[in-house]
C-alpha cells in the first residue's frame, strides 16, 4: 500500500538554527500538507500545497516558514530560524484529488525539539 | 463558536462495551466528515468517511444529522486495541483539514 514517508523522525536543534523537515507523499498525489501538534495539544494546519505554490496557509505560518517541491517527489518544510515553541510533532499530508470523500494520507512525523 | 466540539474524554470502558462519541459542527455549509482515530505520538489515520446520514464499517458506526449539526460515532465490542483519540473533522473545500482536541478512548481487560 502506498504511503507517505517522512525524514528525521526525530530532529533535535539549537534555537536559531534552520531545520528541513522532508516528506515524500504519494507519487500520484497533486495536493501536500503540512500540520504539526504541540505535546498536549491538537493538530493544528500549517499550509497546503498544490501546482507548486501554496493554496492557503494558517497564521501560525509566518515568514520564518517556507514551503518547496524541489523534485518533483520530495516536500520540504524549511523553518529558518527555530523558536522553542516550534517543538512539536510536524506531519506531513497528501491527497489524490480535492473531493469530498477523499482521505488525506498523512506521514509518521518529525519530532523537532528546538532546545 | 468553535468549529468542532467533541466530548474531550477520556472515555475508560471495558473491553466488550459499546461506546459513542458525539461531535458538534459550527458551519453548516460542511457537506461531509471524517472519522480519524490518533495513537499517542502517530499520525492521524483515517476511520471513516461520513457524507449522507451515516456510514457502518464493521463495528464502527457513524450518523449525521445536518438539522442538529451533529455526528456521532459507535464502537460495539470495544477491543483493546480500538484506545486511542478519536476526531472529528469535517470536509473544508481547500483541503484543510480542522482538528478538534478530539475524544479520548481507553478500553481496559
Known amino acids: 500500500e502506498p504511503e507517505v514517508t517522512q525524514t528525521p523522525s526525530h530532529q533535535v536543534t539549537q534555537m536559531g538554527q534552520e531545520v528541513i523537515l522532508r516528506c515524500v507523499p504519494i507519487?500520484?498525489?497533486?495536493?501536500f500538507y503540512w500540520y504539526r501538534q504541540i505535546l498536549g495539544q491538537k493538530v493544528e494546519f500549517l499550509v497546503s500545497?498544490?501546482?507548486?505554490?501554496?493554496?492557503?496557509k494558517s497564521e501560525i505560518f509566518d515568514d520564518q516558514f517556507s514551503v518547496e517541491r524541489p523534485d518533483g517527489s520530495n516536500f520540504t518544510l524549511k523553518i529558518r530560524s527555530t523558536k522553542l515553541e516550534d517543538s512539536a510533532m510536524y506531519f506531513c499530508?497528501?491527497?489524490?484529488?480535492?473531493?469530498?470523500?477523499?482521505?488525506?494520507?498523512f506521514g509518521p512525523g518529525t519530532r523537532l525539539t528546538v532546545l | 463558536r468553535k468549529e468542532v466540539e467533541q466530548d474531550p474524554g477520556p472515555f475508560n470502558v471495558p473491553e466488550g462495551a459499546t461506546v459513542a462519541f458525539n461531535c458538534t459542527y459550527s458551519?453548516?455549509?460542511?457537506?461531509?466528515f471524517f472519522w480519524y482515530r490518533q495513537d499517542c505520538r502517530k499520525e492521524p489515520k483515517l476511520l471513516m468517511s461520513?457524507?449522507?446520514s451515516g456510514n457502518e464499517d464493521g463495528r464502527f458506526t457513524a450518523q449525521l444529522n445536518r438539522a442538529s449539526q451533529y455526528i456521532s460515532l459507535l464502537i460495539r465490542d470495544s477491543k483493546l486495541s480500538d484506545s486511542a483519540t478519536y476526531l472529528c473533522?469535517?470536509?473544508?473545500?481547500?483541503?484543510?483539514?480542522?482538528f478538534g482536541q478530539g475524544t479520548e478512548l481507553s478500553v481496559k481487560p
Open positions: 500545497f498544490y501546482n507548486n505554490e501554496i493554496s492557503e
Open positions: 461520513v457524507y449522507s
Open positions: 473533522v469535517p470536509h473544508n473545500q481547500g483541503g484543510k483539514l480542522i
Open positions: 458551519n453548516s455549509a460542511s457537506q461531509s
Open positions: 499530508a497528501s491527497q489524490g484529488e480535492l473531493l469530498s470523500y477523499n482521505e488525506q494520507f
Open positions: 507519487s500520484n498525489h497533486l495536493y
